[in-house]
T-cell receptor, first 112, second 111 residues
Framework: NAGVTQTPKFQVLKTGQSMTLQCAQDMNHNSMYWYRQDPGMGLRLIYYSASEGTTDKGEVPNGYNVSRLNKREFSLRLESAAPSQTSVYFC???????????FGEGSRLTVL | ELKVEQNPLFLSMQEGKNYTIYCNYSTTSDRLYWYRQDPGKSLESLFVLLSNGAVKQEGRLMASLDTKARLSTLHITAAVHDLSATYFCAVGSYNNNDMRFGAGTRLTVKP
């Protein structure tokens, strides 16, 4: 049971570089989410997707773009990375809107 | 805007003691979740609470929801070291997909 798979697990970028975090789930869930986790701030929602082809902004969307490629995959792109985007990123999925979340293992991103 | 507050943020307790973590939220919601996170790991679901008065128990942990007070509690009974972790509550709504998390409670259980 793979569940939610994120890649890469670790990444170091220089300021201004771009990269894409990939996420795939094999549970046939409709909703997918991208969160970032920073010390003392819990998880903050970046973007979510209620279904294939739809995406919505969350609490902290600035500096990010997303693509819901199909039902399984939801990618997060940083077009021009900034040190403030240094964080741990989690992808999650749920069967229904705002349902119980199933998380990937996380991607630790450092922007120098 | 939905805001979620947890307290305490840090909790150090002796094995065998009881304690409660509180989760308050600012707007009407019909679903609340508790998650556990071990250091350097991902989050795993503990409890799903979907109605007023809901109570769920698993081992030494019990969660409850009072939607009128906009309050959920996570009660720890006779704590053991294995419960040391960070616990998060999260609040969502059927009306949208916006799931908001509390800042987390870092629990340390000492022998």
């Amino acid at each position: 049971n793979a569940g939610v798979t994120q890649t890469p697990k670790f990444q170091v970028l220089k300021t201004g570089q771009s990269m894409t975090l990939q996420c795939a789930q094999d549970m046939n869930h409709n909703s997918m989410y991208w969160y970032r986790q920073d010390p003392g701030m819990g998880l903050r929602l970046i973007y979510y997707s209620a279904s294939e082809g739809t995406t919505d902004k969350g609490e902290v969307p600035n500096g990010y773009n997303v693509s819901r490629l199909n039902k399984r995959e939801f990618s997060l792109r940083l077009e021009s990375a900034a040190p403030s985007q240094t964080s741990v990123y989690f992808c999650a999925s749920s069967e229904v809107d705002a349902g119980e979340l199933f998380f990937g293992e996380g991607s630790r991103l450092t922007v120098l | 805007e939905l805001k979620v507050e947890q307290n305490p943020l840090f909790l150090s307790m002796q094995e065998g003691k009881n304690y409660t973590i509180y989760c308050n939220y600012s707007t009407t919601s019909d679903r609340l979740y508790w998650y556990r996170q071990d250091p350097g790991k991902s989050l795993e679901s503990l409890f799903v609470l979907l109605s007023n008065g809901a109570v769920k128990q698993e081992g030494r942990l019990m969660a409850s929801l009072d939607t009128k007070a906009r309050l959920s509690t996570l009660h720890i009974t006779a704590a053991v070291h294995d419960l040391s972790a960070t616990y998060f509550c999260a609040v969502g709504s059927y009306n949208n997909n916006d799931m908001r998390f509390g800042a987390g409670t870092r629990l340390t259980v000492k022998p």
